[in-house]
């Protein structure tokens, strides 16, 4: 789970730099992330469903604006993930073999690049939020590492 959220983390912040990775790798790692999400919220569907579930029930400011943070951020990536599918240059026409599209649909490419900034934001704050959780997983990982190397 933590080398998932790790690997998340770097893939998030490669894809927000395309002239960093070039367009191919950028479509091809933001086609890889769908799997990586899907797994993370697999790993976490115990969380979501109690929170789910005890939505309407007492809960702390602390839980409620979290769990709000956190469909913000999945529909932030949907939308992210699927404008960039629909804008595609090279990966999708690869995968689908169908021709490329002569001019790229503003419109999508608009709504990839806004929501690129949203979710950026978003998932600093996701991170921050569940920033305990990431540092006790780093300390168990890493003091055993520590502990075997001595
Ligand atoms: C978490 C996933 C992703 C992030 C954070 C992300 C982020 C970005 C950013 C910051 C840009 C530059 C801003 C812009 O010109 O619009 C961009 C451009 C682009 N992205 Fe993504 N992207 C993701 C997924 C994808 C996927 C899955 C595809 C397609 C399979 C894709 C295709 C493209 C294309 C074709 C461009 C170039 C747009 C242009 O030249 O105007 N992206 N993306």
Redesign the pocket.
């Known amino acids: 789970m933590f080398w998932l959220d790790v690997t998340l983390l770097l893939?998030?912040c490669a894809?927000?730099?395309?002239p960093f990775t070039g367009?191919v790798l950028?479509?091809?790692?933001?086609?890889a992330?769908?799997g990586l999400?899907f797994a993370h919220l697999l790993f976490s569907w115990s969380w979501i469903a109690s929170h789910s579930r005890g939505f309407f029930s007492r809960q702390s400011a602390r839980a409620r604006i979290n769990y709000f943070l956190n469909w913000s951020l999945f529909a932030g990536?949907t939308a992210?993930?699927f404008?960039?599918?629909?804008?595609?240059?090279?990966?999708?026409p690869t995968l689908t073999a169908a021709p490329v599209a002569p001019t790229?649909d503003?419109r999508w490419?608009?709504i990839?690049?806004t929501?690129?900034?949203l979710?950026?934001i978003l998932a600093g704050l996701h991170l921050a939020l569940n920033w305990d959780w990431a540092l006790a997983a780093g300390r168990r990982i890493f003091g055993r590492l520590w502990e075997g190397a001595r």
Do not use: F, P, R, Y
């Open positions: 893939l998030v894809l927000e730099t395309v367009l950028h479509e091809w790692l933001g086609l992330l769908v999400a990536m992210l993930i404008s960039g599918i629909l804008i595609s240059q090279k990966a999708i790229m503003w490419d608009s990839h690049d929501c690129s900034n979710v950026l």
